[in-house]
Every structure is written in structure tokens, then in C-alpha cells.
């Protein structure tokens, strides 16, 4: 069963830091593009974060650069995202998504070219 689990999530105050886990299983996670999505009640899923699977080269969505980081670690199946001065507009459902030996483009910003997505972890950001 090849499965996405994403941890971490929780309340913070405004400029506070949280960094979420995406475990995966079921597959060689070095063979996969993986990226960080979030979501907000009525808004559109938004791209944050993506890592390519070959390279490790990354891309970050315009609203959290310079504040989040995304990593992986391959021998553990994980990829992180490390969230820093965080703000009341970053609450959202956070989800990771991975597709197969995805390459670069403007594709890895896009969720119709990820398959295998998580559930998704709640982050609040509030005072």
C-alpha cells in the first residue's frame, strides 16, 4: 500500500515556527517529486513547497518564500517542511503530495500532476 502520512501541524502564535512531517511507505520515496499544498476553508488549494526526486532542487510558492523550507531525507522516507515566522493567512490544511520521477517545469507548482496525496495536518496560526 503506498501511502503519504503528513504530522507536525498544530496552533502557534503569529511569527512562531512548525515544522511538518510527510512519512511515507509503500514506495521508494527517492524515486518521487514531493511537494507541500495547503488549503483553507473556501479558498483554492495553493502550492507551498516542492523537492524534485533526481536533483533535489527546490521551489517555493510566492507567499512563503524566505520563511519555509522544505527537505527530505531519503533513507528515511521522509519529506520535511519547516515553517518560520509563521501568520495568521498560513493557516490552512497542509498535504503532501508525491508523483513518480517527476521532472522540472512548471508542473512540479501544479496538484494535477501529483497522484499520491496525504490527508492533510491542521495548522493554525492565531493569537
Known amino acids: 500500500q503506498m501511502q503519504l502520512v503528513e504530522s507536525g501541524g498544530g496552533s502557534v502564535q503569529p511569527g512562531g515556527s512548525l515544522t511538518l512531517d510527510c512519512a511515507a511507505s509503500g514506495l521508494q520515496f527517492s524515486d518521487y517529486t514531493v511537494a507541500w499544498f495547503r488549503q483553507a476553508p473556501g479558498k483554492e488549494r495553493e502550492f507551498v513547497a516542492t523537492?524534485?526526486?533526481?536533483?533535489?532542487?527546490?521551489y517555493y510558492g510566492d507567499s512563503v518564500t524566505g520563511r519555509f523550507t522544505i527537505s527530505r531525507d531519503n533513507a528515511q522516507n521522509r519529506v520535511y517542511l519547516t515553517m518560520n515566522n509563521l501568520k495568521p493567512e498560513d493557516t490552512a490544511v497542509y498535504s503532501c503530495a508525491a508523483e513518480l520521477k517527476m521532472s522540472g517545469g512548471d508542473g512540479l507548482r501544479s496538484p494535477v500532476y501529483y497522484d499520491l496525496w496525504g490527508q492533510g495536518t491542521q495548522v493554525t496560526v492565531s493569537s
Open positions: 523537492i524534485q526526486w533526481n536533483n533535489g532542487d527546490t
